[in-house]
Nanobody
Framework: QVQLVESGGGLVQAGGSLRLSCAAS????????MGWFRQAPGKGREFVAA????????YYADSVKGRFTISRDNAKNTVYLQMNSLKPEDTAIYYC???????????????????WGQGTQVTVSS
């Protein structure tokens, strides 16, 4: 029903930048909260950022606040994650996800998201 495809990952030096994209198809993209999560080797999936359906509200993990920016273009069915001042500890597979429930809050738990992309690898060298 919903397909999410991430792109934009790669290898970057510490202090560098990357912009991830997540293209959605299937059910109406513009109606749902979109989120980014990441998973480092040997660790659980971690919330990174999320954005409400109209882009009016965003929420960030403390570890990325001030360095990462989430945005969306509903006309293009795409959500972005601009990552600046990257650190080696940002190394992970980054996943986008969509929440199809009507909530008053922005969910930060992975179980509250319904559809997931396949992930894109981000590696930050020191």
């Amino acid at each position: 029903q919903v397909q999410l495809v991430e792109s934009g990952g790669g290898l970057v030096q510490a202090g560098g930048s990357l912009r991830l994209s997540c293209a959605a198809s299937g059910r109406t993209f513009s109606s749902y909260t979109m989120g980014w999560f990441r998973q480092a080797p040997g660790k659980g999936r971690e919330f990174v950022a999320a954005i409400r359906w109209n882009g009016g509200s965003t929420y960030y993990a403390d570890s990325v606040k001030g360095r990462f920016t989430i945005s969306r273009d509903n006309a293009k069915n795409t959500v972005y994650l601009q990552m600046n001042s990257l650190k080696p500890e940002d190394t992970a597979i980054y996943y986008c996800a969509t929440d199809h429930d009507s909530r008053r809050y922005i969910p930060i738990i992975s179980a509250e998201y319904d559809y997931w992309g396949q992930g894109t690898q981000v590696t930050v060298s020191s």
